[in-house]
């Protein structure tokens, strides 16, 4: 029944427009299976997501992805994964101790996992950790990279993992090569504990490697955000590449030359299935396999380490945030519709969500001059909140990014002290140097500014409105001190964001009495067991001001069905919006403005004048 779901599904591809999937191969024996997924997340348990009627369904889980692969396994089958399987839910609190996803995978039969960079969402050290505490692991492969700066922990558990940049898998009597890939980030350039390098470089020596090793077909395990393959295809001779990561890609099938690019769905809600000839590289069939519940039982092998891996987070993570398996609101909406998620505008009143569940776990002291804001990234919310009842690992979800002093998951939450012309300086540098769709732009908490592209660039902020009752702005007074919630990165991030943006103002952080603080750790915000709360975990204490239904759970309010403003921007040509706390080169600019149309003015008279004067003596003579 099920393979002939999936049969109507191909059919339905190609019917509508898909590249051709079923081409003439030699005879069945002849063929080899390709089995893959890539960006799993750490969405062991089945997920929740939206389909295109903006209905919530749930799909995915580990328990029966492994029960659909066994399904779909031949005895001529290869599985793969290509890479970012490790950061994304509550599990990897476990990462370091238990590699659940990794012990999980090798359960499943994965011959080959390629790295990804958000695998390296908690650093390079507690990736090591993790393939040192994996139980059993398939191979793990990374091409390109160096030891960089080194760190002894990564060594040491890819060392233990047998990590490598490519390998061979025989499957019916061929040589499958395959290597992996993942796109170069600055944060893993000169001077990081591993450096990323150029995977065109890399592809080629392992491609060429591989085939002198006697690589019937060569597979390239590519986690990217980029959607256009063909310099990679130039670089290097292979055969097929499965991409990973956020690239934007619309098709699951295509070619490019003569290599085949092929891709599936996050999460584990799909996984591919490739027949091939490796000797003539035909392709016989292509399927994208849905996963849920709905349509596989579950595996009583994952499941029950699943158990024993629920078990283990109730103790050691959730108590610690008093929390339980309960729900711990009720959304009786979507916080995002289809449409936004293939737009990339997903999150926007997620992260209005966590600003405001910032605020709400700081306990302001009487002596505070202003009401608080809060700080993120638009990359800090890594989800969003769907339909139905909400439980900790969605919170968890939300912001799964960053990790703590105290080795938990997640930012940890600071408050400091800004000035009005502190916040002012801050977001003049957001405007200047990060775009609309830049997931490093600020979003703020109960704070927005108003900007002028008729001012120059470095002075074009008119005002910062920070809340000063319920719903009710003011504009920001330069002396004044302002609470801030926010996490250490952002605020470690200042420094350069001066130099890269070329204003020329200030950015200070202070404490209470207006000393200024360099040790931001000792301003975290704590709860009321001394642990320290972390952007996930705010949205459970603020969940706790949620008016109750009727069956004791809390329901989230109507306000989150609209993103705020975060910025305005002004066409006015007001004088006193042109000039409001306007600098020195706001100053020259329209000095400069002036002055060039008057010495205009003034030499076309001086001209007219030449020429009457000039007109005049002809006449006189």
């Known amino acids: 029944m099920k ?194 390098t150029d995977p065109l470089a890399a592809a080629a020596e392992a491609a060429e490697a591989l085939k002198q090793q006697g690589a019937d077909y060569i597979i390239c395990l590519y986690s990217t955000d980029e959607d256009d393959f063909e310099e990679l295809c130039n670089a290097a001779s292979i055969d097929l590449i499965i991409a990973g990561g956020n690239h934007t890609a619309t098709e699951k099938y295509r070619k490019q030359g003569n290599t085949l690019i092929v891709s599936s769905d996050p999460y584990g809600t799909s996984f591919g299935v490739l027949d091939i000839d490796p000797s003539s590289k035909n392709v016989k069939n292509f399927e994208i396999v849905p996963v849920s519940s709905s349509l596989y039982e579950a595996s009583y092998g994952i499941s029950e380490t699943m158990s024993a891996y629920q078990s283990e987070i109730s103790e050691t993570v959730m108590r610690r945030f008093s929390l339980n398996q309960n729900p711990v609101f009720r959304a009786g909406y979507s916080l995002t519709t289809y449409g936004r998620t293939q737009s990339g505008k997903a999150y926007a009143e997620a992260a209005d969500l966590l600003t405001d569940s910032m605020i709400e776990a700081y306990d302001a002291p009487e002596s505070d001059e202003a009401k608080a804001v809060s700080i993120i990234t638009e990359g800090m919310a890594t989800g969003t909140i769907l339909e139905g009842n909400v439980s900790a690992n969605d919170l968890f979800s939300m912001a799964y990014k960053g990790m703590g002093t105290d080795g938990i998951p997640g930012y940890n939450l600071l408050h400091v002290y800004m000035r009005g012309s502190d916040l002012m300086t801050l977001c003049e540098m957001d405007l200047i140097l990060h775009d609309d769709n830049s997931l490093e732009k600020f979003h703020f908490g109960r704070m927005y500014y108003e900007y002028s592209m008729n001012r120059p660039v470095t002075n074009r902020v008119i005002d910062v409105f920070t809340e000063e009752a319920d719903g009710y702005y003011i504009a920001a007074t330069a002396d004044r001190l302002y609470p801030v919630i926010t996490t250490s990165d952002i605020l470690a991030s200042i420094p350069q964001m001066l130099i890269d943006s070329g204003v020329s103002g200030e950015c200070n952080v202070y404490d209470e009495t207006g000393t200024p603080v360099s040790d931001f750790d000792v301003m975290t915000i704590r709860n009321g067991d001394g642990a320290a709360v972390k952007l996930w975990s705010a949205i459970s204490y603020y969940a706790a001001h949620f008016e109750r239904g009727r069956d004791g759970i809390d329901d989230l309010p109507e306000t989150y069905k609209k993103a705020r403003k975060q910025r305005t921007k002004t066409s006015s040509l007001n004088v006193i919006k042109l000039f409001k706390h306007a600098n020195r080169a706001t100053f020259d600019f329209y000095a400069k403005a002036v002055a060039i149309p008057v010495a205009v003015l003034v030499g076309l008279n001086v001209l007219v004048w030449l020429i009457n004067l000039k007109k005049k003596k002809e006449t006189n003579a």
Request: hydrophobic letters at 40%; proline letters at 2%.
């Open 3 to 196: 393979r002939w779901i999936s049969a109507c599904m191909a059919l339905a591809m190609i019917a509508a427009g898909t590249d051709s999937l079923y081409i003439e191969t030699k005879a069945d024996s002849e063929e080899v299976r390709i089995l893959f997924t890539h960006d799993l997340r750490d969405h062991i348990e089945e997920v929740k997501t939206l389909n295109e009627e903006n209905a919530v369904v749930y799909s995915g889980g580990y328990e029966y992805l492994a029960t659909a692969l066994d399904e779909y396994r031949t005895e001529q089958t290869v599985l793969l994964d290509a890479g970012n399987f490790s950061a994304g839910t509550m599990y990897a609190s476990l990462n370091s101790t238990k590699a659940p996803d990794l012990t999980l995978m090798s359960r499943m039969g994965y011959d080959a996992v390629g790295v990804g960079l958000d695998d390296f969402t908690y650093g390079v050290g507690m990736f090591g950790e993790m393939l040192s505490a994996a139980q059993s692991h398939p191979s793990l492969l990374l091409s390109n990279f160096t030891s960089g700066a080194g760190n002894a922990a990564f060594e040491e558990g890819w060392s233990a993992a047998e990590g490598s940049a490519y390998t061979l898998i025989e499957s019916g009597g061929y040589q499958i090569g395959v290597f992996a890939l993942c796109e170069p980030d600055e944060a893993f350039g000169e001077g990081a504990p591993i450096v990323i």
